[in-house]
Each structure stands twice: as structure tokens, then as C-alpha cells.
């Protein structure tokens, strides 16, 4: 039996998914199923039954993932010791974190890490704040990169960096002429804001209650990019990150307010399971998140394709390192991941202009 086909097993029972435990492992569905046909004609009985719930073990399939996940775990321990040992940096790395991080301030981190560990597979998910520390604990992601950070007994946090919070605006907004806005000035405003219990939506939430304003919210929606378009087609204004909204305020779809009242941070960190060994992998990631001097750049800025270094003086100075095959082929992967993402948001973007027609014809009418 190897020990791949174990932990296969576990990740199916811990996401209740075959096709999670598939992503997970980098294999085909069907590899996934065989390998759990080849564990029950092993040993002559059912492991998992099949239900509209998900996936269950059965009481046999219980005994099975209870060894198997303490096998798996010191495998795993072994492999990361002996790595140490010869100063091999390799592996996978499961990273949970929100659209808005993922899509707008990961891409350099992972050029530069990639670039220096292209043994290293990273495989980043884009989860709701809440779900990436229920993965965390429960083993399924190894790092969550998250805003405001939560105070939990089982999570270590590392402070990663911090984001402006800004205004967006149509360009047709009475506002969009200023170039920054009074916080009281945004009574009476529609909003189009994040769900209410995301942590982003609950210190804009703060920011102005605090400022006497209670906010009126048009729509809400899980994720930044969402979020933007209803902006851009009118539905009301948003506070949001400054980096995510740079390619939109570029091209004149948006426009951008700072506050009057003085800079609202947003502050970023890395989270881990507390007392779980981290493998050289892990670590090296968290070391380049943590100092690496990269500077962010907008998704989709020509300038943002290459990774731009911090200056040492006052002038910051583009990276023109080029990349080699196999080393691209690593970021690529990275890529992928968000067009599959922008795949899956046309639906929720075709959603909000359905809403706007409607209006329309309301009006009309």
C-alpha cells in the first residue's frame, strides 16, 4: 500500500469530495476512484458510502482514516526532516486566502518564490475568511493569508503587510470630481459592499459608524471582483482595498477617492496551525512573504507582469530578471488558478446587470 493512496483517502474523507481530494493530490477523478476501489477489494469490505450529504466512511472506512491520518502525518514529518537535512526545498504547498489577496497581492510573492523554489507546486484556493481557519485547523490548507486577522488558541499569526482602504465610484457620481471625500459626505449613499460577515465589510461597517453615517447597501457579494463591476454599472459605491481597483481607475471605469479624515489600513497576515511542524517549504514561503522586497502591482498593469523590487534608494527600480521554462511553467500554474476564478465570477457579474435592466424597466414603467 503506498502511503500516497492513504492520504488520498483522507482527503476525501476530510472534504466529504472526490474531486477536492483529486485537486488536492494533482490527480484525475477517476485515479481518485480507483485508488479507493484498489483499498476496498484489499481489504474485502466498503470503505465510503456515497450520499446526497457527500461522502461518508463507513464504520470499517472510520478505522481506516483514523490510522491512516496519523501515517500520513508522520510520513509527512519524515520527509520534511530529511529535507532539512539535504537542503532540498520541495514539495506542495496548500494556500487559503480571499480574492482580494489572492488576485491582487499574492502574484509577486509567488513569482519570486517560484523563481527560487521551482521545486515547490503552490496551490492556492480562494476561500471565505471563516472557511480558510476551519481548513487550517482541520489540515486540509497548510497557510492562510487573510485580513484582519482573528485572535484564535490553535492559529499563529505573522503580520504580512497592510492595504488603504479607498472609496470607488462610477465616474458618473456626483463625487467622482473630488480627489478625496469626507466620510460624512457618504450619508445617503447606496453601497455595494462585501457579506456581512466578512471581516473587510465589518471595519467599513466600523469605519463609518464611527463617522455618524449609517450605510444603505444596494447588493452584496463575496468577492472584490464582483463587487467592482456593480460599481461600474452604478449600483452604489464601495470601500475597498486601493490596490484592487487600480487597473479599473486606470482605464476609467472607476474612480477613486482617498478619505479626508486620514488613511483607513487594512492589515494582512499569514496564519498557521499552531504546534503543526511546518515543512521547508512552508517556511521558506513565509520568509519570502514576510521580507521579501517585492512591490505589488495591479493585476493585468504591464509594469505588474514582472516583479518590481523595492528601492534601496528613494527611486523604486523594475525587476527584468527573466525566467526560464521549467521555472515559468511553475508560475503558469499559479495563473491558471485565477482564470479559472474569472470563470467562475461571469455568472455573478451577468447577475448584477440582470438586476440593473430590471431597474430600468421599473423606472420605465
Sequence with gaps: ???????????????????????????TQSA???????????????????????VKPTPAGQILY?????????????????REIGSVVAGTIRVGTVYSVGLHELPPYLTEF?????????????????????????????????????????????????????LAVPPDNPLAKQSKVSIGQLQGQKFVGYERDIPTRKASDRILR??????????????????KRAVEIGLGCAIVPRMTIENEVARGTLRMLEFQEGSFLRPLAI????????SPAVRKFIEVLTTSNVVPRARGDKAGDKTERAPR??????GNDAISPDRAEKVEKVEKVDKVDKVEKVDK?????????????EKTA
Design 313 to 318: 534608494g528613494e527611486r523604486a527600480e523594475r
Design 1 to 27: 500500500m503506498h502511503i500516497e493512496t492513504l492520504k488520498v483517502f483522507c482527503d476525501i474523507i476530510e472534504s466529504g469530495s472526490f474531486s477536492y481530494a483529486a485537486s488536492q493530490n494533482f490527480v
Design 349 to 361: 457579474v451577468e447577475k448584477v446587470e440582470k438586476v440593473e435592466k430590471v431597474e430600468k424597466v
Design 66 to 82: 483514523t490510522s491512516s491520518k496519523e501515517i500520513v502525518r508522520r510520513f509527512l514529518e519524515l520527509e520534511n526532516r530529511l
Design 210 to 227: 464611527q463617522y455618524g453615517v449609517k450605510p444603505t447597501y444596494a447588493l452584496e457579494f463575496d468577492n472584490i471582483e464582483t463587487i
Design 114 to 166: 517560484l523563481r527560487n523554489y521551482p521545486a515547490v507546486n503552490v496551490h492556492l484556493e480562494y476561500l471565505r475568511s471563516n472557511k480558510i481557519y476551519e481548513d487550517l485547523i482541520e489540515g486540509k490548507v497548510d497557510l492562510g493569508v487573510v485580513a484582519y486577522p482573528a485572535k484564535r488558541s490553535q492559529v499563529v499569526s505573522v503580520s504580512f503587510r497592510h492595504d488603504e482602504l479607498v
Design 32 to 54: 481518485v476512484s480507483q485508488q479507493v476501489r484498489s483499498l476496498e477489494e484489499k481489504y474485502d469490505c466498503r470503505l465510503i458510502e456515497r450520499g446526497r450529504a457527500g
Design 271 to 278: 496564519i498557521y496551525k499552531r504546534g503543526r511542524e511546518l
